[in-house]
């Protein structure tokens, strides 16, 4: 909304503006049990130091029926990990064991990306898929980017201590050094490619992988990363 030219002259205030912002938000489904699930939680925390620092997250309950050991103290423990609930899916803030939760308010509308065809090789700038973000500069350290819509194409490269989001697949025609997360929006076939790979940590529809575990005759190659069987893998790019 903006104030008219006459309403704000009329009054002597400045004019009112506002725009539109788009943010993604993670969704964290817990399993039963759940002392195994936070303790795997634990584990892709430490494997991905700061991953989940700062990022708005959806707390999705469909999976845990109401009489779940340990269920009443899952949004407190997420708490201690840092992890920042800015809504709860899948659950009735009036069931008794949620008595002590400080339920978050929320967000309603969200939506999920169409689904796309995904090629097997690299893509050509002048066949990029439908809903694609080209990116034309370097993305340096401590950047973000954020595209949900589908593919990123990056034509330079990711340096370390960036990241790349994306809602389906995700090109980078230069290095890959910093962050890689494909398939935000659930899209298991989601692919990572690069020409020179030599990523901190790539994921693909909540998979990880850290550079530790990643094939040493791949790095600094041309490189692509898929989910077979929900294990991140990386192949070589011919």
Known sequence: MTLSTASAETTGLPRIRAGGRSFLALVLTPEAPLETWLAALDHQIARSAGFFSGKPIILDLTLLPLDTPGLSDLLPALGERAIR????????????????????????????????????????PSSLPPGALIVDEPVRSGQHIVWAEGDVIVLGSVASGAEVSAGGSIHVYGALRGRAIAGIVGRPDARIFARVMEAELLAIDGFYAIAEEMPAELLGKPAQAVLEDEVLTLRPLS
């Open 85 to 124: 609930v800015i809504g709860i899916e899948g659950a009735d803030r009036d069931e008794a064991v949620f008595a002590g939760w400080d339920w978050p308010e929320g967000l309603t509308g969200g939506r999920s990306t169409p689904e796309e065809d995904v090629p097997d090789d690299e893509l050509e």
